[in-house]
């Protein structure tokens, strides 16, 4: 196929995916499908592999899926056929439970020519706690209602049986009903929209297309990966608690850039967690989950770049199995989410090291995703919605600043308005915006965390905080730049009665309570001293910026002029500018003091020495192992790693066998 066919076609399948995610979001009843827009709609081919996506619409994360592996499980096909699954463990294709996964086959004469597929987020699939995910549950039994890969429709016939399993297992049938039938008929669009592009260009023409533009994406992203200097690059990041008030959850990376190809090897990350952290990847090489940060990496270098399953071919992943990134059955994978997030910021970290000139600071590294579970005093009635998710800021970029309220972290989740949200849901807004001073300082600020606050008014309304991290490990900032600010969660603030929350995601209110929630800023980029004045006093007026902080972080001095404005006071600023020492040579990462402090006892050597024990023991060993570790070396400071085994081994029956 020529390139303008080729074109043409690219143009005609991304349409095609666009009125499955418009048909989708304008008929969905619960909130976090048609406000937030947590879903995704794919076309892919007869072998499951995803060749058209939306950009309009719908999550970023699945460009790189494939069905394939689901797809097969089910084996015979006919017209009319839905398959459906939101079991993570069988064909690794959901991710998490409240994922349900459908795909429609499509025939031409007899002829299976591909597949319309996507995914909603339910708001609730039943399990432990309202919404389902909690990383305090530890297995996947603990997380709602399992469907392994089967049929929802057979020839045009729902199967009621099934589907009255699903709703008496969920809190709000009513709204996964509601989603699950906007589901088929975006399903139906995207069939309609496909035989209209077999009228247009054949059978034969239209398979040659998917062909052809998955092998465009391979080529454009193997040009990228030639602009990039061959070499190694390692980078490791944290995830604030690998459970409940548990310790720090390392991921690391060794990123292998050789010509076209890449390797991204995960060994080194922390074991398979006793708690739903986990992410479901099957060893999967090139598991979508794995490279979603590959492809905003692709895609901010190129943004012409086809957007299929083509971009995972020169990329490998190595996931060890037994560990956070690839758990072996019944680990517990609802809060899969915060740790993607944490790969991300991972994967950015990596690259920036191989090309630090194209690359911005780190994101917010999380986006909790607020849900509450309350009683509507007028109605009596219960009342199970989604919020509005809580995204921080963007990491500052090569030529500009990072986006506030809207980094790489959760950025395709759209606001709620407010007027929406106290319609539907029986609380008060007091609170929802930027966050001043929460961007890390730098000649490119990183970009601020987002503020929310409300209040309830019944009694045991119970709010999930989906993704609450970044309380203790900064988001950091790069070439200078100084990290964003820490994230923070408070009941009833400025009161008597507050309480910190942290990381936790779960909480129960009562009439009157008021629950605070702030996301990490982005990290900065450069020098703050290097920043523009005029740049600083625009943001103080803004609010972006306190003038506190323009004369400590920035060196820039002010003065308060008209109509709330703020003028530079350009001999001061000189003065002070001048006053403060220049680092010659700034560390490539400003990670912050608290995680400086954390890798003076656990640097590379301990965890090398860490990796290699835990690697050693059976998968059901390795948490405990890993926490019995961190205790003594914290009783004992200065206690080696292989001591401190050798101690453990030496007092844990089993533990030897």
Same mark, same amino acid.
């Given at each position: ?381 219960? #009342? @199970?919605?989604?919020?509005? !998710?809580?995204? +921080? /800021?963007? *990491?500052?970029?090569?030529? $500009? =600043? ?111 309570? #008021? @629950?605070?929630?702030?996301? !990490?800023?982005? +990290? /900065?980029? *450069?020098?703050?001293?290097? $920043? =523009? ?120 029956? +089993?533990?030897?066998?």
């Amino acid at each position: 196929m020529d390139k303008v066919t080729l074109q043409v076609f690219a143009n005609h399948a991304r349409a095609a995916a666009e009125n499955m995610a418009y048909t989708l979001y304008r008929t969905a009843h619960s909130t976090f499908v048609k406000e937030t827009e947590d879903f995704t709609v794919q076309l892919v081919g007869p072998d499951g592999g995803v060749f058209a996506v939306p950009m309009d619409f719908g999550a970023t994360w699945y460009p790189g899926i494939s069905y394939g592996q689901a797809i097969g499980l089910i084996g015979d096909y006919a017209p009319g056929d839905i398959g459906f699954t939101n079991d993570p463990y069988s064909g690794y294709l959901a991710t998490h439970a409240p994922d349900v996964h459908m795909w429609k086959p499509i025939f031409h004469e007899g002829r299976l020519i591909c597949f319309a597929c996507g995914h909603i987020h339910n708001t609730d699939m039943g399990g432990a706690v309202p919404a389902s995910l909690s990383r305090t549950l530890t297995e996947i039994h603990q997380e709602g209602i399992r469907f392994p890969p089967m049929k929802l429709m057979r020839e045009g016939v729902l199967d009621e049986d099934l589907l009255r399993v699903m709703l008496m297992n969920v809190r709000k049938p009513e709204q996964n009903l509601g989603d699950l039938k906007a589901f088929i008929g975006a399903l139906n669009t995207g069939e309609r929209k496909v035989r209209a592009m077999i009228a247009k260009f054949g059978a034969e023409g239209f398979l040659a297309g998917i062909q052809g533009v998955q092998d465009h994406a391979e080529q454009q992203a193997r040009e990228i990966l030639r602009s990039i200097p061959d070499g190694r690059y390692v980078f490791s990041d944290y995830a604030d608690e690998d459970s409940a008030g548990g310790q720090p959850c390392r991921l690391a990376l060794a990123l292998t850039i050789a010509g076209d190809r890449a390797v991204l090897d995960f060994t080194g990350s922390d074991p398979q967690l006793t708690s739903s952290l986990n992410v479901p990847t099957g060893g999967n090489p090139h598991h979508t989950l794995l490279l979603v940060g590959v492809y905003y990496v692709l895609y901010t270098l190129n943004p012409r770049i086809m957007l299929n399953i083509g971009l995972t071919r020169p990329f490998t992943c190595i996931a060890p199995e037994g560990t956070v990134v690839n758990p072996v059955f019944p680990a517990a994978v609802g809060m899969r989410s915060l740790t993607c997030a944490r790969l991300r910021s991972l994967i950015f970290g990596a690259f920036s090291l191989a090309m630090p000139e194209r690359m911005p600071a780190a994101p917010a590294g999380t986006s909790s995703i607020m849900n509450i579970m309350t009683t509507d005093n007028r109605t009596r009635r219960s #009342v @199970l919605a989604a919020i509005n !998710p809580v995204v +921080g /800021g963007g *990491g500052g970029m090569p030529h $500009r =600043d990072g986006t506030n309220g809207s980094g790489a972290d959760g950025a395709y989740l759209k606001n709620t308005p407010i007027e929406i949200t106290e319609t539907e849901v029986p609380i008060q807004m007091l609170r929802y915006g930027l966050l001043p001073d929460s961007g890390g300082a730098g000649r490119m600020r990183g970009g601020l965390a987002t503020v929310m606050e409300f209040k309830v008014f019944a009694p045991n309304s119970r709010v999930t905080a989906r993704n609450r991290d970044r309380c203790r490990f900064r988001p950091w900032g790069t070439l200078g730049g100084q990290p964003g600010q820490p994230s923070d969660f408070i009941l009833n603030p400025g009161t008597a009665r507050a309480v910190v929350l942290g990381n936790a995601d779960l909480v129960t209110m009562n009439p009157g309570d #008021v @629950l605070h929630i702030h996301s !990490p800023g982005g +990290g /900065g980029r *450069g020098s703050p001293l290097e $920043r =523009d004045p005029a740049l600083v006093a625009r943001d103080v007026t803004r609010g972006y910026v306190s003038p506190a902080s323009a004369r400590a972080d920035y060196g820039v001095v002010l003065r308060e002029g008209a109509a709330g404005s703020w003028q530079v006071d350009e001999a001061a600023t000189a003065a002070e500018r001048a006053a403060r020492p220049a680092a010659a040579h700034p560390a490539h990462f400003a990670l912050g003091p608290e995680r400086d402090a954390f890798e003076q006892v656990w640097d590379s050597a301990a965890y090398d020495a860490l990796t290699a024990i835990l690697a050693a023991l059976p998968v059901h060993w390795r948490f405990f192992v890993k926490h019995r570790l961190f205790a003594m070396r914290q009783e004992a400071p200065g206690l080696g790693v292989a001591e401190a085994y050798a101690a453990l081994v030496a007092e844990t029956p +089993g533990l030897a066998a």
